[in-house]
Nanobody, 123 residues
């Protein structure tokens, strides 16, 4: 398994969770990394992206100001800090690695995926 997401769980609205993604990619530090999510019965949506060095980040409008993406290249880990959670944030969250060029907002640009971790936000 090259990407392993963890940290999901059940949380009340307004609460916080921190997702982690452990990578076994040999050259993790060269990949752009992203988080996507898929709510029940819906497609997979972009959440956040961070470039290889951690100097550039991008967020979906729906999570801007509430979620923070970060990475530790030395530990080969990706994180998603989620605050002020809402019931509409309920989804399976996936971490993904982007090795080549392509639109970072599209899941088709990512060539390696983790298995997903479920986040459930109760109202």
């Amino acid at each position: 398994v090259q990407l392993q997401a963890s940290g999901g769980g059940l949380v009340q609205a307004g609460g916080s969770l921190r997702l982690s993604c452990a990578a076994s990619l040999r050259t993790f530090e060269t990949y752009g990394m992203g988080w996507f999510r898929q709510a029940p019965g819906k497609g997979r949506d972009f959440v956040a992206h961070i470039n290889w060095s951690g100097t550039s980040t991008y967020y979906a409008d729906s999570v801007k100001g509430r979620f923070t993406i970060s990475r530790d290249n030395g530990k080969k880990k990706l994180y998603l800090e989620m605050n002020s959670l809402k019931p509409e944030d309920t989804a399976v969250y996936y971490c993904a690695a982007k090795e080549y060029s392509g639109d970072l907002f599209l899941d088709s640009a990512y060539n390696r995926w983790g298995q997903g971790t479920l986040v459930t936000v109760s109202s």
